[in-house]
């Protein structure tokens, strides 16, 4: 796997319920975009402890985020930083930036009445949110201009992060 330095934030919500990064990870196996992990051990461990699937020495993480922010504010490390996300194809942003995402659905279209996921982004989310994304441009000198919600991003054609979230540093 060829590892990646990101250039971007790309901010998305999950469109459901409040579910944890593996049970994210089993739903994202399916489509068969998941990234083996072999290297260094002490994360494939962790990734093991946790309840990822092994292969050969290795692990797989196919949830297509980085990170999974959950309802109570609690940060799931999806895929290590390095490996190249499955979260946005447009403009090649899966070799190009962190893919965050917020368990909920967002979108007042698709989740009216909240039975698809909570229907607003929680406090505590968006402040681990904030957290996170000042903490990522830090490490990897990204600009503000480049933390951009899904439907941000040149050429995407979705409605994700949804009209309910609200977002500003
Ligand atoms: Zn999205």
């Known amino acids: 796997m060829e590892r990646f330095y990101p250039r971007f934030i790309v901010i998305h919500h999950t469109a459901g319920h409040d ?24 994360l494939v461990e962790e990734y093991r402890e946790r309840g990822f699937p092994c292969c050969n ?24 930083d390095f490996a190249p996300g499955a979260h946005c194809t447009a403009s090649g942003m899966n070799m190009r930036s962190i893919g965050i995402a917020l368990t909920g659905n967002f979108s007042s279209r698709d989740n009216p009445s909240g039975k698809k996921g909570h229907p607003e982004p929680t406090a505590a989310q968006l402040k681990a949110l904030k957290k996170l994304v000042s903490f990522l441009m830090d490490v990897y000198s990204i600009p503000p201009s480049g933390v951009l919600g899904h439907s941000k991003v040149p050429g995407a054609r979705t409605e994700c992060p949804g009209d309910r979230f609200v977002f500003s540093f």
């Open 57 to 80: 020495g290795g692990v797989v993480i196919s949830i297509g985020y980085h990170y999974l922010i959950r309802a109570d504010g609690s940060v799931e490390k999806g895929r290590p």
């Open 19 to 42: 579910v944890s990064a593996l049970q994210i990870n089993r739903i994202h196996a399916a489509r068969g975009f998941g990234v083996k992990i072999t290297e260094p051990l002490s």
